[in-house]
Each structure stands twice: as structure tokens, then as C-alpha cells.
């Protein structure tokens, strides 16, 4: 890199942007460990080009459409174990990780999106809208997300926050705040993400299918300090970036009513 080209100005985070990036990793029907080597490798690839969110697809450890295998408690402990090598992977890693995963919560299993970073899972976000019409079947494997507000779920030993209030956001990057959403959840009358737009996240992920980027304004944010988080890439294209950030988390006002 030249002398000029290491001038602040070129850094993309001096000018608000993060880098952002999707993924579709090949998968098997519910092959967990298989499915788990192809979200890390796509995440180390990631890391390489210096991305500071990469987001899977929906369901993406257990593969989608494998209809009552949910419920077998093989695969559900199988995920919760592919879960952990992410995590223990993600600290040698720069990007955020949006993973898509099934997870047990008081006897009732949600179709989650997991932030993990800098080797911890910060959060998970259940799905609040099931689709159940044509060949979708949701409702008769996975509880709505819909109303789940300032809880904590048990994954690994460890209790992370779970609900559709949160809102990562990075202390190093002040505009780097996002929130998330899936499938379905974007197509309501009032998405997840336009709660969380209103409490201070710059990018909403969601898609059908997966958890893409999508860009609405921001607002102050008015919520109550939890524990999340989210982070920066040191690379050479970002010059005066940070290595590391620490992790925090917020959620949203529970004075607002949730998607």
C-alpha cells in the first residue's frame, strides 16, 4: 500500500461504511457437522476479504427444509454442539457472524438468528412470523419469536440474550449498529426491523430465505444497556481501524410493541 493510499480518508470506516456480505454455503439435509465446516469456511474466507458482517441463510447448520427432523433431539443437540465450535472459531476471526440455527428454549423450539463474535455469542433472535401455507410448515415445529422481550437463553452452558429487542452495536464504530430479522418477519405489517430502525440500528438483516442487509435511516436510540455487541475488521483497506472492539449489546425500549 502506497503512503497515500494509508491516509485516513481512505478508510471506509472514517466514512461511516462497513463492509457487508452475504452467504449461501453448500449444505445437506440435515448433516449438522458438514454444514458447520461449510459456515466456517465461508466465514475464514470472509475474514480474508476483510468483511465486518457476513450473514448466513436461514436454518443454515440444520439445512431448511427438513420438515420433523426439528424435532428429534439428536439434531437439535447436534446444533447446539456445531454452535459451539462457531463461537470458539469466531475468535480468530473478524467478521460478525449471522448464523441461522434452531434452538430450545422452555420446552419450545425457535427458529433463531445467532450474532457471534470474537469467540462469544452475543445474542439470539427468534423468528417472530411462521409462515404456514403451501409448503411451509413452521408453525408445527417452531414458537413465534412474536412478544419475546428481555429474556436469556441457555445455549452451551452459557446464558445469552434472546428476544426481538436486540440491537448489536459496535463501540468502536458508532454508526455500526444492527439488528435482525428472518424470512418472513420482513413482510409483516410492521417488521422487526422497523423497531429496531426506530431504536438505533442502521442495518436490519432480512430476507427471505436468509438474512441479508438491507439500509433504512437511523434514529437515537432508546434502549437499555444489556450485553451484545458488534465489530470492526483491521485491514488494509481500512487503515486506521481498530483490531478488536469490545462487545455490548443493547435492547429496545419495551415501552414500544414488538414484531
Known amino acids: 500500500m502506497t503512503e497515500a493510499k494509508a491516509h485516513p480518508f481512505y478508510a471506509m470506516h472514517e466514512h461511516g461504511f462497513v463492509r457487508v456480505a452475504t452467504s449461501t454455503p453448500h449444505v445437506r439435509t440435515a448433516d449438522v457437522a458438514f454444514n458447520r465446516d461449510a459456515v466456517l469456511a465461508e466465514a475464514r ?8 458482517l457476513l450473514v448466513f441463510p436461514e436454518l443454515c447448520l440444520s439445512s431448511y427444509a427438513i420438515d420433523d427432523l426439528h ?58 412470523y411462521l409462515p404456514n401455507y403451501r409448503e411451509f410448515y413452521e408453525k408445527r415445529w417452531f414458537a413465534s419469536g412474536k412478544g419475546v422481550r428481555g429474556q436469556a437463553i441457555r445455549v452451551n452452558g452459557h446464558d445469552v440474550p434472546f428476544g426481538t429487542d436486540l440491537v448489536f452495536a459496535s463501540e468502536v464504530l458508532p454508526h455500526f449498529r ?9 413482510w409483516a405489517a410492521t417488521p422487526p426491523s422497523a423497531l429496531g430502525a426506530l431504536a438505533g440500528a442502521t442495518m436490519p ?15 437515537p436510540r432508546t434502549a437499555e444497556t444489556s450485553a451484545l455487541f458488534a465489530r470492526s475488521a483491521a485491514s488494509p483497506s481500512c487503515p486506521t481501524a481498530p483490531k478488536s472492539s469490545t462487545p455490548i449489546a443493547t435492547r429496545r425500549s419495551t415501552s414500544r410493541s414488538t414484531g
Open 45 to 52: 474466507r470472509a475474514h480474508a476479504a476483510h468483511v465486518d
Open 71 to 128: 424435532l428429534q433431539g439428536a439434531m437439535i443437540a447436534a446444533v447446539e454442539a456445531a454452535i459451539a465450535d462457531i463461537v470458539k472459531a469466531s475468535a480468530e476471526l473478524s467478521p460478525v457472524l449471522l448464523v441461522g440455527a434452531a434452538l430450545m428454549h422452555k420446552g419450545r423450539l425457535y427458529n433463531c438468528a445467532l450474532a457471534i463474535a470474537q469467540g462469544r455469542l452475543l445474542g439470539a433472535v427468534p423468528k417472530s
Open 178 to 186: 444492527f439488528c435482525a430479522e428472518i424470512c418472513e418477519d420482513i
Open 205 to 219: 438483516p432480512g430476507a427471505r430465505k436468509r438474512l441479508s442487509a438491507r439500509l433504512p435511516s437511523a434514529t
